[in-house]
């Protein structure tokens, strides 16, 4: 296994090569990350002087080749001289050239390929040569064939993966061919290669997880089905209390002992970690035998889908692997014992140490790496700014997606009944109608069910997990009640809106309860608003707004008044904003409910000026 690394075509290392040595030398790549490389080059290094005064910053191309073959290549953005004069260098991936390009305010409806197309037309057209992409292979495809997006002045790269990768779970490879740089967007199944090498675990799995402990571990599961009707019901139910399809009464195999166990488990799991029980509902399923089946799979399968581990390459010696066999979006096989464990990851992440091999790792993860709670906020707010079209254009793309989804080609929609059985097992009469993306409910991951009671949409994401029982994108039940994500619609009619506490009426919205756990609440509104909330508040309003809360952003074009129930204001940041403007003037006022004074603050050019109270 040879690594090399070239600086402008020409050689900057080549192992054991004293005139082309570096040190401290890391190369990281990871799925839809543009990955780095970065090390220090001694004074010996024929390639040294190439570093002097800053010259290759932004244009110098390091490119890193395994046995010959290009696994990075990207641009030097960093380059200092250490305490030792040895110089690091940093480079940045060539998918980096995106960030160099900023979209424009644009209106997207159509297909992926489209969108993908405008947007790559859109980064070459701002670019240098080197920096542009060729559109390659487009496999993701939008579940309803149609998608409507906007773009707002951000970076394509940000577009991209914000509006293509995370929605359609579509991932970017970089593929040269004939000297011209293809980038495809494809589904994790098409990225890399299913690993013949497969990774067997002992107890020691969890040594290697940074977000599973053995807390995290179920050994024994109690699966419902569907739920009974009244006539089905048998003589344990209890009055008062739905019943459901259990799995008493089937097949004694190696996780069902007895045929009067209503539970599945793994004895060598028990033994090592004791009785851990949950419950898992699947109420699509009828029939009891499919019902355990379910049930063994997630057992040993559908638990670990958040599963993260992290490899080195002493760690996959110890259990007799290669490290340098598994790349970037290669599917693994991995079992472990006692926990039962089988399923498969991708490796989503691989570091290598060119001058210690020994400390190469890799990250197997059915999950995206997650963000920290920071970035996560930040993320909102950018979103926020960037991507809420304008008023007058959210119905028309409310009106114009659903138009498309109700014409387009039906893609994979499957008719299926849903039956009322008598106390034979006869079927009597049809009790639902699916609409499924699947040939059955139980290989669907998405459908509509319609019954007497209502029509819903329910979705999941594989069809090991179960159905949904708690919560639901959009429902029409008998009640008179509408529940949904999102409504668009010209005008809603009413004397109030309701949504937890909240009332909304003549155009005012008035929110008198404190927000749970730790949502973002958003109002736009060119009335009065009039909010009260904890956490993470966003107000936008055009004429009078008043906030009490922690984390807020406010906004308004007239008058904004900020307030909290300890009669004390906060303001944290580097500037002051006043009306979107940093350093302007303005006054802010809050009234202090237990002294029953109201205080003002005159800003001027951005420096508290003047501050006054008065009683009321």
Not at 100 to 121: E, R
Not at 435 to 458: A, K, V, Y
Not at 462 to 483: E, F, Q
Not at 534 to 561: C, H, L, Q
Request: proline content about 2%; charged content about 20%.
């Amino acid at each position: 296994m040879i690594y090399e690394v070239y600086l402008n075509d020409n050689l900057l290392y080549y192992p054991n090569d004293d005139s082309y040595s570096i040190i401290n030398s890391k190369l990281e790549t990871s799925l839809n990350e543009a990955g780095s490389f970065e090390c220090d080059i001694p004074q010996n290094n024929m390639r040294y002087a190439d570093f002097d005064d800053g010259q290759q910053l932004r244009s110098g191309i390091i490119t890193v080749l395994k046995d010959g073959t290009e696994i990075f290549c990207g641009e030097v953005r960093e380059c200092t001289q250490n305490y030792d004069f040895t110089k690091h260098i940093y480079a940045v991936g060539e998918l980096a050239y995106l960030f160099d390009s900023i979209q424009p305010q644009a209106k997207y409806q159509g297909t992926v390929s489209d969108m993908f197309s405008a947007l790559l037309a859109n980064h070459n057209s701002q670019v240098e040569t080197r920096k542009q992409y060729q559109m390659g292979n487009v496999l993701v495809t939008d579940p309803n064939g149609y998608i409507y997006h906007f773009t707002n002045r951000e970076d394509t790269l940000t577009a991209i993966r914000e509006k293509l990768c995370n929605t359609l779970d579509g991932y970017l490879k970089i593929r040269k061919v004939g000297g011209v740089k293809y980038l495809d967007l494809i589904p994790l199944s098409a990225y890399g290669s299913y690993c013949t090498q497969e990774i067997q675990f002992g107890e020691n799995m969890l040594d290697y997880s940074a977000n599973y402990t053995a807390e995290d571990i179920a050994t024994c599961v109690i699966p419902l089905g569907v739920r009974l009707e009244d006539d089905q019901r048998t003589a344990d139910a209890i009055e008062g209390l739905d019943e459901y399809l259990t799995i008493k009464g089937t097949t004694i195999d190696a996780y069902h002992a007895q045929e009067t166990d209503d539970f599945v488990y793994i004895q060598s799991a028990v033994n090592r970690f004791g009785w851990v029980r949950v419950v898992k509902h699947w109420d699509e399923v009828t029939v009891k035998e499919n019902l355990k089946t379910k049930a063994e799979q997630w057992l040993t399968d559908a638990q670990y889908s958040k599963l993260e581990l992290e490899l080195s390459a002493v760690d996959l010696a110890l259990i007799n692997n290669d490290i340098e066999s598994f790349e970037v979006g290669d599917t693994v096989h991995a079992w472990a014992e006692p926990f039962n464990m089988d399923t498969t990851f991708p490796v989503r992440k691989k570091t290598i140490y060119l001058n210690d091999l020994s400390k190469n790792t890799i990250v197997l993860s059915n999950t995206k790496v997650s963000k920290s709670y920071t970035s996560q906020q930040s993320d909102a707010v950018s979103q926020l700014k960037n991507e809420i079209p304008q008023t007058y254009s959210v119905l028309e793309e409310s009106q114009n997606r659903a138009l498309a989804m109700l014409l387009s080609e039906t893609q994979g929609g499957h008719i299926v009944y849903e039956y009322h059985y008598d106390s034979d097992g006869k079927a009597e009469y049809i009790e639902a109608i699916n609409i499924c993306n699947g040939t059955s409910i139980d290989q669907s991951t998405s459908r509509w069910r319609w019954s007497f009671n209502g029509l819903g949409f329910l979705k999941r994401n594989s069809t090991s997990d179960p159905w949904p029982t708690s919560s639901i994108p959009i429902a029409l039940t008998n009640d008179g009640k509408i529940v949904a994500e999102q409504i668009g619609a010209g005008t809603i009619s009413g004397c109030e809106m309701f949504w937890g506490n909240n009332n909304t009426y003549s155009g005012h919205l008035h929110y008198d309860e404190p927000i749970s756990d730790y949502p973002t609440l958003t109002v736009e509104s060119n009335a009065t608003t009039v909010v009260k909330g904890n956490y993470n508040t966003e107000i936008r309003s055009n004429f009078m707004t008043s906030v009490s809360g922690k984390n807020t952003i406010v906004s308004g074009t007239n008058s904004t008044a900020l307030g909290s129930s300890n009669g004390s204001l906060s303001l944290y940041g580097d500037s002051l904003d006043i009306n979107g403007i940093a350093g302007a003037s303005g006054i802010i006022t809050w009234v202090d409910t237990t002294q029953r004074k109201v205080f003002g603050l005159n800003v001027t050019k951005g420096i508290v000026t003047y501050i006054h109270s008065a009683d009321y």
